[in-house]
């Protein structure tokens, strides 16, 4: 069932969105080669708690970290560890927060270091598919329009879109209905409403959309990068808004 919010409910996922939308650029600051991922795990722990926020990840099933900290190959999920981040990765950093009971959830690729124009056409272009998909975000349309506006966009620069890992819906619980693919057709799906609040989130991959999963562990079939982007973002009667950007 899918939770509709109203514009009440939407101002307390705006103020929860901005949260994770600060935390993000203060964690962004703070990527460079040399820097732990466990580090950066900790800064955002404390800026979530000390703005009287919550982490969601933590403990989330028994996911141990506040942030995913997924590098090059990784597609989600990577645990948060010591080893440092060297020149020329991506991180992939996902972090979610509660705040008064309603959920935000964002993620975005950063470059450590100088990174090959490879991998920064491959970052830009997941970012580009995510607002791909928000045109689509509209009243009367459907759940469908977003999915293929995303997969088009990336597949026709020659990406694989990731199939086993989805968006969702968010509102007081992190993972709410609808799931929001990134592949899938125009017109189909359930039908876009004002008062939907979604987490889209392209997850991109340099060369296959195959992934190898184990439990939490969730790398590209191929070895290569994978660029992950997400904004929490809700429907309403002025449009799309992306609360966590
Ligand atoms: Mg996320
Ligand atoms: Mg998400």
Known sequence: MINLKSPSEIECMRASGAILRDCLLYLEEKVKPG??????????????????????????????????????DVVVHGFPSARKLKEGSILSLDC????????????????VGEISAEKRRLVETTRESFFEGVKQFKAGGHLGDISHAVQTYCETRGYGVVRSMVGHGIGRDMHEDPPVPNYGNPGHGPKLEIGMVLAIEPMVNMGTWRTVENGWKCVTADGLPSAHYENTVALTEKGAEILTL
């Open 35 to 72: 820097v732990s991922t466990k580090l950066l795990d900790e800064f955002a722990y404390e800026y979530i708690v000390s703005h009287g926020a919550k982490p969601s990840f933590l403990g989330y099933g028994d996911f141990p970290g506040t942030i995913c900290a997924s590098v090059d």
């Open 96 to 111: 979610g927060l509660i705040y008064n009971g309603w959920q935000a959830d964002a993620a975005r690729t950063i470059a």
